[in-house]
């Protein structure tokens, strides 16, 4: 969160006090995590300054630090598992992702996968969450008295089985095994049927779509590392189709909630990426040329909102759209308002 810097994150410079004063580089939390994962929460809270750190280590797997007269290029190999908050408290599935959490599309778009968590009411659900919170809620309190009192009426079988409900199917620690395991003598290999099913995939998917762009080859890495991590995760060597299918089965499934552009009922990064889908930018490409036209015919150069609006709905573009669209050209830069209700275009545009 706030606590978060740009220093904490990569390196930090520090002045040896004790010994002859030179400066040395302290790793950050991205350096320290090299080949591992780095957790950051909150990371919607962080400043714009301090989050651009991320952009680098995500992009290219390192840091370059210039601090203190030091030049040095430090590996972060590492994943990155990020939380964020919606700025509303709760996510709504009809506004674009971007507009519901305060981070940059440039940021957002470095990202394999992105989720939503979303709290719906479930009646069978709810009870289960509740009876299992409940329950180990009791077997804590169970666990305490049985420590503190020495006449506990509860035997050591009784809290056995209160907590046996509550213990995982496979211990913690041989999950956090398993994985260090995988992760350093796995290493899968792409198979060319692998090869052919992603390509296949992404072209087709690309070529379905003349005017939005599906996705970029920024994704596409993501399949590859994503059916990687499929034949790890089995201690296989290769990777097979039946991995590829299931990162096109993930993936798919993150951008039918954040990466779907809700007029067109199609796939289009733009969304994620830039932050506005095709068929927005198209609307406002369509009110600055009405803004343009309206503004030659007019004695002060500038366009009224109730034209503007006529406008736009004879190009078939609804009220509501069109004034979003014109406020976001405002928020933009694209355009201004020298009086109420008026707007002109700034001069490079």
């Not at 008295?145 to 035997?155: A, E, L, P, V």
């Not at 762009?213 to 590392?225: C, D, G, N, S, W």
């Not at 930018?281 to 040329?289: F, N, Q, Y």
Request: aromatic share 6%; with cysteine.
């Amino acid at each position: 969160g706030k606590a978060t810097s740009a220093a904490g994150l990569t390196a930090a410079a520090v002045r040896d006090e004790f010994g002859e004063g030179h400066w040395t580089l302290e790793a950050g939390a991205l350096v320290l995590a090299d080949m591992g994962v780095a957790c950051i929460d909150e990371i919607d809270k962080m400043s714009d300054q301090d989050r651009s750190a991320l952009h680098q280590a995500m992009e290219q797997q390192e840091i370059s630090v210039a601090k203190a007269g030091i030049n040095a290029t430090l590996k972060s190999r590492c994943a990155i598992l990020a939380a964020a908050n919606p700025k509303l408290g709760r996510f709504d599935e009809f506004i674009p992702i971007h507009e519901q959490i305060n981070m940059p599309p440039a940021l957002l778009s470095r990202f394999d996968l992105i989720f939503s968590l979303i709290d719906k009411p479930d009646k069978e659900r709810d009870s289960r969450l509740a009876r299992h919170i409940l329950l180990a809620h009791r077997a804590g309190e169970v666990r305490e008295q049985r420590r503190r009192i020495k006449d506990s009426k509860y035997t050591e079988e009784d809290e056995k089985k209160m907590v046996e409900f509550i213990t995982p199917y496979f211990d913690p620690e041989f999950l956090r095994k398993y994985i260090a395991y995988a992760r350093r003598n796995v290493f899968p290999v792409l198979q060319e049927d692998a090869i052919k099913r992603l390509e296949e995939y992404y072209v087709s998917l690309r070529s379905s779509s003349e005017e939005s762009i599906p996705f970029t080859p920024r994704q596409l890495e993501a399949f590859a590392r994503l059916a990687e991590a499929s034949a790890r995760v089995r201690l296989s060597d290769k990777v097979t189709v039946e991995d590829a299918e299931r990162a096109i089965a993930i993936i798919e499934k993150y951008l039918r909630r954040v990466g779907l552009d809700r007029e067109t009922g199609r796939f289009d990064i733009d969304v994620i990426a830039t932050g506005i889908s095709r068929s927005q930018h198209d609307r406002m490409l369509t009110i600055i040329e009405i803004i343009k036209r309206l503004s030659k015919e007019s004695p002060d150069g500038s366009a009224s909102m109730e034209d503007i609006l006529n406008e736009a709905e004879i190009e078939g573009i609804d009220p509501s759209k069109a004034r979003e669209a014109i406020e976001r050209l405002r928020k933009n830069g694209q355009i201004y308002e020298p009086r109420h209700g008026r707007f002109r275009l700034t001069e490079e545009y």
